[in-house]
C-alpha cells in the first residue's frame, strides 16, 4: 500500500542556513546578546530571515524582546514569504510544520477558514522551490513560545497584505486566541549579485544603504504606515517582502494595539563580512 503524504512541512533549510539539531539552534539563540532587551507593549515584530549566520542576531532579539512582552501568547502568526505584487498570497493548511525543536502545530482551525474571508491559495507542504521567509523563524518561535501554534500566511508584495492582516487578526480574536503577529523580511538587497549599484561599492554603498534606502523602510514602518512602506519599496527595492509588513500592522492595527514601535536593531550582513553584494536586517517590535 502507497505511503501516505505526510502533512508535516519539513524544514528544508536546516543544516544549511541554521544549525540542523536541537542543541545546536539553542546554542545558536544563547549566543546572542539579549541584554537590556526589556519588555513593553508589544505585540509584533518585524524581523529578517537570511541565513542566522547573517541575520540571527537581529531576529533573535527581536523574538526575545517579543517573549519577553507576550510570554502567554498561544497563536503566532507569522507573515512572509518572497512574492511578486501579483502573489499569490498563501495559508498554510497542514498539519506542523517541522523544526529542529520539534514540530510547530498548525492552527488549523483558523488556517481552513481563512480563505473564505480573503483570496488566498494553500500553501504546499513540499514546495518546488521552498521558501526561506518563514522558514527561517520557525526554531525562534518554537524556542521562545514553545507550546504556541502556528498560523502561516504568505502575502504579496502589495496593499492586499493590509486586508490580509485586518482579516488574520479579526479571526484570530473572534477565536479567543493570545495572538502575537510576525512580518517577516530582510530589507535592501544591494550590489551586483541583486542588480543595484546605484551608489557605488564598498563602505559609500553600506552607508547609503543603511542610512538611507533601509532607514526609508524602517521609518515608515516605525510611523504605523502601511501604505508608506509598500510604495517605498516597491520605489526604493528597500525590502523583498513589505507585504508581510503590511498585513503585520494592519493586523495590530485592527485588534486596537498601536503603541509607538521600537527599533530593537539594524545592521547589514556587511558589518558581518563584507562583500560586494549585502543585505540590510532589522528588527523592531510593535
Request: hydrophobic fraction near 40%.
Amino acid at each position: 500500500m502507497p505511503k501516505a503524504p505526510s502533512a508535516v512541512r519539513p524544514a528544508f533549510f536546516a543544516g544549511q542556513w541554521y544549525p540542523a539539531d536541537a542543541a545546536g539552534c539553542r546554542h545558536a539563540v544563547e549566543a546572542v546578546d539579549q541584554g537590556g532587551l526589556e519588555p513593553g507593549p508589544v505585540r509584533g515584530l518585524v524581523a529578517p530571515h537570511a541565513g542566522w549566520t547573517y541575520s540571527g542576531a537581529a531576529a533573535v532579539r527581536g523574538w526575545a524582546t517579543l517573549a519577553k512582552s507576550r510570554p502567554d501568547a498561544d497563536l503566532v502568526v507569522v507573515f512572509g514569504s518572497h512574492r511578486s505584487e501579483s502573489g499569490p498570497s498563501t495559508v498554510f493548511l497542514g498539519e506542523a510544520w517541522d523544526t529542529p525543536l520539534g514540530p510547530i502545530t498548525s492552527a488549523r482551525e483558523l488556517a481552513t477558514v481563512l480563505p473564505g474571508l480573503v483570496d488566498l491559495e494553500e500553501e504546499p507542504i513540499d514546495p518546488a522551490r521552498p521558501d526561506n521567509g518563514v522558514e527561517l523563524h520557525l526554531p525562534l518561535l518554537k524556542y521562545f513560545f514553545p507550546t504556541a501554534q502556528l498560523l502561516m500566511v504568505g502575502v504579496a508584495a502589495s496593499p492586499v497584505g493590509i486586508d490580509i492582516g485586518e482579516n488574520v487578526a479579526s479571526l484570530a480574536e473572534g477565536a479567543g486566541r493570545r495572538s502575537v503577529f510576525v512580518g517577516s523580511t530582510d530589507l535592501t538587497h544591494y550590489g551586483p549579485n541583486y542588480g543595484l549599484t546605484s551608489h557605488g561599492s564598498g563602505d559609500d554603498a553600506a552607508t547609503w544603504v543603511r542610512d538611507t534606502n533601509d532607514r526609508g523602510f524602517i521609518d515608515r514602518v516605525l510611523a504605523h504606515d502601511a501604505a508608506g512602506l509598500l510604495a517605498h519599496a516597491r520605489e526604493h527595492d528597500s525590502a523583498c517582502c513589505p507585504g508581510a509588513v503590511a498585513a503585520t500592522l494592519a493586523a495590530l492595527r485592527a485588534v486596537g494595539h498601536t503603541p509607538a514601535p521600537r527599533l530593537v536593531d539594524h545592521y547589514l550582513s556587511y558589518d558581518v563580512q563584507p562583500h560586494s553584494s549585502f543585505v540590510g536586517y532589522a528588527s523592531i517590535v510593535l
